[in-house]
């Protein structure tokens, strides 16, 4: 099956600094990647979709000035948050699909923490 | 707006039993997907089983499979001879022009 990679898998930073996290498909063309947040024992929550070449779309209540998301080819987006808070401390997960409408492959995610 | 709806937070059956996951959505889209993914310990999302809407036949997957009643809007999946390695959070999805997830249920399977 398609194979979505993430790196870092774990990554602690100071708060105030930036921190960026890739989303590979290793073995597949991506046309649209997406970005979810996930807390404890909640469901993934989306926060923006990205096509290739084209900005991203931000969900409802996330700063895209905060979350910064580059989809630069077919096989790599990456997303940067900025000016990091502890607030910001979460489980951050990817996906990938290709054009057709059918399941997204996901990454095994990127646990994000915020001293 | 597509919802998805899983009205059960947490769920138990006992090894080699049988367990059903109920899952209701809305849309008015006529051409969509329907999902259910697994959340183990190790977070990574993993497909269980996919149901194309315009298929009429239930899909299954070993010891998984779905009823899927579209008038209805409901997606369930059934689990027969739970195993251990079934306790996981699972995720009910709708993958339209949109992707969007349920709540999640909680399995535990007792030994």
């Known amino acids: 099956g398609a194979v979505v990679s993430q790196h870092p898998s774990w990554v602690i930073c100071k708060s105030g600094t930036s921190v960026k996290i890739e989303c590979r498909s290793l073995?597949?063309?991506?046309?649209?990647m997406f970005w979810y947040r996930q807390f404890p024992k909640q469901s993934l929550m989306l926060m923006a979709t990205?096509?290739?070449?084209?900005?991203?779309?931000?969900e409802q209540g996330v700063e895209k000035d905060k979350f910064l998301i580059n989809h630069a080819s077919l096989t790599l987006s990456t997303l940067t948050v900025t000016s990091a808070h502890p607030e910001d401390s979460s489980f951050y997960i990817c996906?990938?699909?290709?054009?057709?409408?059918?399941?997204?492959?996901f990454g095994p995610g990127t646990r994000l923490t915020v001293l | 707006a597509q919802t998805v709806t899983q009205s059960q937070p947490e769920m138990s059956v006992q090894e080699a039993e049988t367990v059903t996951l109920s899952c209701t959505y809305d849309?008015?889209?006529?051409?969509?997907?329907l999902f259910w993914y697994k959340q183990p310990p190790s977070r990574q999302m993993i497909l269980v089983i996919r149901?194309?809407?315009?298929?009429?036949q239930n899909a299954t997957e070993n010891r998984f499979s779905v009823n899927f009643q579209k008038a209805a809007k409901s997606f369930s999946l059934k689990i027969s001879d739970s195993q251990l390695g079934d306790a996981a959070m699972y995720f009910c999805?709708?993958?339209?022009?949109?992707?969007?997830f349920g709540t999640g249920t909680s399995l535990t399977v007792i030994p």
């Open positions: 849309t008015s889209e006529s051409d969509y997907y």
């Open positions: 996906s990938a699909r290709t054009s057709k409408r059918d399941e997204q492959f």
């Open positions: 990205s096509n290739e070449g084209s900005k991203a779309t931000y």
């Open positions: 999805a709708y993958g339209g022009n949109q992707f969007y």
């Open positions: 149901q194309e809407a315009y298929k009429q």
């Open positions: 073995d597949f063309q991506a046309t649209t």
